[in-house]
């Protein structure tokens, strides 16, 4: 079974950066998307990043030109290098494949003064 593990997160203030990280591990078959997800306080889970075996990649409007995707080699690890953080970034941020497995714990962000 594929698990799933986050880290990175952090206490940052409005403008700071972070870098998060996540390892998939106990897929029996190549893994070809991995998606960052985000969950703040009484909302719903929301995709903000993805990218594909082939390096393609989607944002979700509130983050494009602040979050990148990387993922490096096609590897089962992706990054979300996180610029020009608002308070409203703060969520626990999962990552996960396509198609889903379990979530894994997820990492804390939080943005404030």
């Known amino acids: 079974q594929v698990q799933l593990v986050e880290s990175g997160g952090g206490l940052v203030q409005p403008g700071g950066s972070l870098r998060l990280s996540c390892a998939a591990s106990?897929?029996?078959?190549?893994?070809?998307?991995m998606v960052w997800y985000r969950q703040a306080p009484g909302k719903e889970r929301e995709a903000v990043a993805q990218?594909?075996?082939?390096?393609?990649?989607n944002y979700a409007d509130s983050v494009k030109g602040r979050f990148t995707i990387s993922r490096p080699n096609a590897e089962n690890t992706v990054y979300l290098q996180m610029n020009n953080l608002k308070p409203e970034d703060t969520a626990v941020y999962y990552c996960?494949?396509?198609?889903?497995?379990?979530w894994g714990q997820g990492t804390q962000v939080t943005v404030s003064s």
């Open positions: 990218i594909t075996g082939v390096y393609r990649v």
């Open positions: 996960n494949i396509v198609p889903a497995v379990p």
């Open positions: 106990g897929s029996r078959f190549a893994i070809n998307t």
